[in-house]
């Protein structure tokens, strides 16, 4: 009789793991109601004491130990503002990992400047800083990493190749609300950092942005570039600069104001449900978890990724592995590990004139990412946030389906 439940077994899994997503409260329904009742639905020119996306912006800074931090309609957007306050130039290049989601690299085509797509680090699945090292160029401006799935990049290695060659570093910390690179927050760390709050995320309105820095000029820019080119404290109908209204409403706030107050205790949960799943992890032959390097001090996950060795597993594939362990009852995906330069949009060369200007744009073909392509073909493993916001006997059944495989491999070969 089959064992597995892709074979027709009973599932080792038959309850919700977790917590459903998105969590609120009543923190939220009343900061609605009250944003309903006040009138004032959007930021404007009131007093910013009594704004509540002015209150984001600066809980949610101090939360990820930055200076200052600007809110934005989205992620996208985010990094597109955090490009334009910084300066970038037509046909200047900035270095994105293969690793993330398309944003990071359209953002940049988006201002008219030209990603360069490098590979990441199997042992973390982050930029790798050789892979930076070795794509800089002449009109190389700047390094953006992403700290994917929320787990902290190698930002000493950049922060060293930065200096070096005189580049800027914005981190898209859309995966990152709530992690931690040696005791400091994500986003905080290089010039610019950019967050998602959109749906998914670990803090959410639906959708959302915010940059932080630590600049003063740069937060002024951040400031203007997010309001049609306006400067702080001058006349509301005075414009400096060729800019769009990427303005965050009041009822966003309101809704991110709740999910704050609660990221701290959900990240401590998920980084130690993860904590005690990889030592679970280790003791399975055939999968293992991402090694943790010395400077992650909390990792709140978006994606947790786990690998998976075929060698070791009978031979049977990542994907055969992934349809089994979905049967019994544990959900499992691929995360944003499809290298990016492999959308249509790359491989078609899909963008109109607008985008690259007068810059030939680059060879997205030839722009090969071995360690990425293998881990999404082969290795990689993604298990979503809000599995992890339960107790460890979550994780207990997680390791239990794994290892029931594990055990009865056969059945799958
Ligand atoms: C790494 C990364 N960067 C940028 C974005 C863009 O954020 P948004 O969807 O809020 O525009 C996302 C969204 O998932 C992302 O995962």
Not at 190 to 212: P, Y
Not at 258 to 275: F, K, V, Y
Not at 347 to 374: I, K, L, Q, S, V
Request: aromatic letters at 8%; glycine letters at 10%; charged letters at 20%.
């Amino acid at each position: 009789m089959a064992k597995l439940a892709i074979n027709g077994g009973p599932k080792v899994i038959d309850r919700q793991l977790g917590k459903d997503w998105p969590i609120f409260g009543d923190i939220e329904r009343e900061n609605l109601m009250q944003v309903l009742e006040s009138g004032r639905w959007w930021r404007g020119s009131g007093p910013s004491d009594t704004s509540k996306v002015t209150q984001f912006e600066e809980q949610f800074a101090a939360f990820q130990d930055a200076q200052f931090g600007v809110a934005i309609t989205n992620g996208t957007q985010a990094i597109e503002c955090a490009l334009k306050a910084i300066g970038i130039r037509p046909g200047d290049e900035v270095i994105v990992p293969a690793a993330t989601f398309v944003a990071s690299a359209t953002a940049c085509i988006l201002v008219n400047a030209i990603p360069i797509v490098v590979d990441i680090d199997p042992g973390n699945y982050q930029i790798s800083p050789a892979a930076v090292e070795a794509a800089i160029g002449e009109r190389t401006v700047g390094i953006m990493p992403v700290h994917y799935g929320g787990y902290p990049a190698d930002m000493d290695a950049l922060r060293a190749i930065a200096d070096r060659h005189g580049l800027w570093i914005i981190e898209d910390s859309a995966h990152a609300h709530g992690s931690t690179w040696n005791g400091r927050g994500c986003g905080s760390l290089g010039d610019i950092g950019c967050f998602s709050l959109q749906m998914g995320k670990t803090l959410t309105a639906g959708e959302g942005g915010i940059c932080l820095t630590n600049d003063e000029d740069l937060a002024a820019m951040l400031y203007s570039f997010h309001h049609i080119g306006r400067f702080e404290g001058r006349p509301f109908y005075e414009h400096h600069l060729v800019a769009s209204n990427l303005r965050m409403t009041e009822w966003q706030a309101a809704v991110l104001l709740g999910g704050l107050s609660r990221l701290a205790e959900q990240a401590e949960t998920r980084d130690a449900n993860a904590r005690y799943l990889e030592d679970g992890l280790r003791a399975i032959e055939g999968v293992s978890p991402i090694e943790r390097d010395p400077w992650v001090t909390r990792w709140n996950f978006y994606f947790y990724h786990f690998k998976f060795h075929s060698e070791a597993f009978g031979g049977i594939t990542r994907d055969r592995f992934m349809e089994a362990l979905n049967a019994e009852g544990l959900s499992c995906g691929l995360g944003h590990l499809h290298p990016i330069q492999h959308n249509p949009l790359f491989t078609e060369r899909n963008w109109g004139p607008a985008c690259f200007g007068d810059n030939e744009p680059p060879d997205y073909a030839g722009m090969p990412t071995p360690e990425c392509e293998r881990i999404h073909k082969e290795e990689g493993v993604s298990l979503t946030h809000r599995l992890f916001l339960g107790g460890t006997d979550d994780m207990d059944l997680m390791l239990e389906a794994i290892q029931k495989i594990r055990d009865n491999v056969d059945e799958l070969r």
